[in-house]
């Protein structure tokens, strides 16, 4: 079997948090922050090559250019995803996987946005959240806010419940919540039901999810994860995922995907880096293994 054509990857930054209408602002940092932890995994790599202490194989140090960070307008949300849509959109044109530094989660309605005005086909939803997002409207948080991505992502063309899925969702929601994920989907794997069966099932379930369409993209807020292990978060839900498992599931997605965004990470909140240093893992691991 011939070798897959080794991916070329772009780190585009979205310094946004105009968004988070809900928890503790502060995601606008995480952009630098995870740049910062990105460094030390970057620096690894000699002659081209990077040792992998998971596999105990080499593996191609992964091409990433930076893009540097999208012109936000911390006031206007929808010029702001606009033009992160388009800054995604332009680098699936040019060949490139985008791997996205959010920003609070209104992030992931731009990278659904950038990837369907690039790409033809079906596309595929991968969201990794503790929450739904999939609030239409209210008075407190409006249309855009970083609630409503999901439900915005899906009412593109070419998304739809049949290839959307949500893995990490716990804890309460309201009783209208529940109507919609019956009237429009997506999809879901609970942290409880992710727990009891363990990564690889819950990747396959994923996968056979997803599988038929032409484009997929992976969005994971980092509070999909237990706060034990990513204490610097727009909003603390207990009972999340493990580091572990967030790192082996991104690991198996990553070959599948054509986009990958990061979001909520929030310094402020943060100990020690412990989280922007986690999520620059979980792109890291994305760009080794894609």
């Known amino acids: 079997m011939a070798a897959r054509e080794r991916r070329r990857y772009e780190l585009i930054g979205i310094p946004f948090d105009g968004a988070a209408t809900l928890g503790w602002p502060g995601s606008r940092y995480a952009p630098a922050q995870i740049r910062e932890q990105l460094a030390w995994m970057t620096m690894r790599a000699e002659d081209g090559e990077v040792y992998s202490l998971d596999t105990g194989e080499l593996h ?29 959109a332009n680098s699936v044109r040019a060949g490139t996987v985008p791997l996205v530094l959010g920003g609070d989660d209104s992030v992931l309605y731009a990278l659904i946005d950038g990837v369907h005005r690039a790409t033809s086909g079906r596309l595929g939803v991968i969201h990794f959240d503790a929450h ?13 806010s970083h609630s409503s991505g999901m439900r915005r ?53 994923v996968l056979d999810h997803v599988r038929g369409a032409d484009h997929i993209v992976l969005s994971f807020d980092i509070d999909a994860i237990d706060p034990a292990h990513a204490p610097g978060a727009g909003a603390h839900e207990p009972g999340g995922l493990t580091s572990r498992q967030a790192i082996d599931a991104v690991r198996a997605l990553a070959p599948h995907v054509d986009a990958f965004a990061v979001t909520e990470v929030n310094p402020l909140t943060d100990h020690r880096d412990l989280t922007s240093n986690l999520a620059a893992y979980l792109t890291y691991y994305t760009a080794v293994f894609g």
Do not use: C, K
């Open 60 to 88: 191609p140090a992964p091409n990433i250019e930076d893009a540097g960070d999208v012109s936000v307008v911390p006031h206007d949300v929808q010029t702001t995803l606009d033009r992160s849509a388009d800054q995604i």
């Open 153 to 205: 992502g899906l009412e593109l063309e070419r998304v739809d419940r049949e290839h959307a899925i949500q893995v990490g969702l716990r804890h309460f929601n309201y009783p209208s919540s529940r109507a919609a994920v019956h009237e429009l989907g997506p999809a879901q794997i609970t942290a409880g039901e992710f727990h009891r069966i363990g990564v690889e099932p819950a990747v396959e379930r």
């Open 132 to 144: 739904l997002d999939i609030m239409d409207h209210n008075e407190r948080q409006g249309s855009w």
